[in-house]
């Protein structure tokens, strides 16, 4: 199956920064997902990232505070602005379509911390 | 819209003892995914099994194996012959087959510790 990876594995920021999240698949996805998993909680989805359109985003979540890009179909970014310390999270990538359309599969995820 | 609840926040096990996670669900669909997931300290969430309720065979991973009864919207995961590697935190997740709803609805989890 198809291999997911994310950069960076962990951040320390300032507050009012901008951060930005790489996932990479090693072959050829339909669909791309970003989830948020606050300290001690479950995850939740920010966004779902398709190659050539916008990202659909759920409620609770905006463009502006989260853009996504998804310029291919093996890469997505995320990008988490204008920062405070409630957005320190362990950011997830998911992908489907690698032979199941009906599963998805995680990327180990970035731990972000702002101070 | 779809709620998940794991209702056992932690757990433990001895190894090589056999441990059922709960996890209950509702929706008013009929067609739909369920799935177990472990996230170990590492935080990568790995796939443990998926079921699909269209189909009333339970699903079964070598030392994992689920109980789904769809009518009491219940799915619990039992770990067989446990090992000290399934340490970890467990979610259980739903799927709609509706449409293009690819969205997955997690519970908040079980902690399992696998004691020596």
């Known amino acids: 199956s198809a291999v997911i990876s994310q950069k960076p594995s962990r951040d320390i920021c300032q507050r009012g920064t901008s951060l930005t999240i790489q996932c990479q698949v090693d072959s050829q996805v339909t669909m791309m997902f970003w989830y948020r998993q606050q300290p001690g909680q479950s995850l939740t989805l920010i966004a779902t990232?398709?190659?050539?359109?916008?990202?659909?985003?759920e409620s609770g979540f905006v463009i502006d505070k989260f853009p996504i890009s998804r310029p291919n179909l093996t890469f997505s970014t995320l990008t988490v602005s204008n920062m405070s310390p409630e957005d320190s999270s362990i950011y997830l990538c998911s992908f489907s379509g690698d032979g199941k359309q009906d599963t998805q599969y995680f990327g180990p995820g970035t731990r972000l911390t702002v101070l | 819209a779809q709620t998940v609840t794991q209702s056992q926040p932690e757990m433990s096990v001895q190894e090589a003892e056999t441990v059922t996670l709960s996890c209950t669900y509702d929706?008013?669909?009929?067609?739909?995914?369920l799935f177990w997931y472990k996230q170990p300290p590492s935080r990568q969430m790995i796939l443990v099994i998926r079921q699909e309720a269209y189909k009333q065979q339970n699903a079964t991973e070598n030392r994992f194996s689920v109980n789904f009864q769809k009518a009491a919207k219940s799915f619990s995961l039992k770990i067989s012959d446990s090992q000290l590697g399934d340490a970890a935190m467990y979610f259980c997740?739903?799927?709609?087959?509706?449409?293009?709803?690819?969205?997955?609805?997690f519970g908040k989890g079980t902690l399992l510790t696998v004691n020596p």
């Open positions: 990232a398709n190659q050539g359109s916008e990202a659909t985003y």
């Open positions: 929706t008013s669909e009929s067609d739909y995914y």
């Open positions: 997740a739903y799927r709609s087959r509706r449409g293009s709803n690819y969205k997955l609805t």
